[in-house]
């Protein structure tokens, strides 16, 4: 799965202002998506000298459940910008594209 393109087809008429748009929103997206990495890398880093330091067990679940809830946001943009960056090169969205992300039965 490609969550951020790195190629573009581009067509006999060249680049137009649409694609443009695609490619910069992308680019905001990846970076938007690092930013929030380096934070959980940071909780992680966190999490390890808080249990180096004997902090209380309550505090310390208290970030983990921070982090999974930041990590749980990374996928949903993830997933959103996989969604709209098909719809805006104009390819289908099947229903079996839904079922990866989505556990539908």
């Not at 951020?4 to 998506?33: A, C, V, W």
């Amino acid at each position: 799965m490609q969550y951020f393109s790195t190629y573009i087809n581009i067509p006999p008429g060249g680049i137009n202002k649409n694609m443009k748009k695609i490619i910069k929103n992308e680019q905001l997206d990846r970076h938007k998506i690092l930013n929030r990495l380096a934070r959980i890398e940071g909780q992680v880093k966190g999490i390890r000298k808080m249990i180096e330091d004997k902090k209380p067990c309550a505090s310390i679940i208290m970030q983990i459940t921070a982090i999974k809830q930041a990590v749980n946001m990374v996928a949903s943009e993830l997933l959103e910008n996989e969604l709209i960056c098909k719809f805006e090169r104009g390819e289908k969205i099947e229903k079996k594209d839904l079922e990866r992300f989505f556990k539908t039965k």
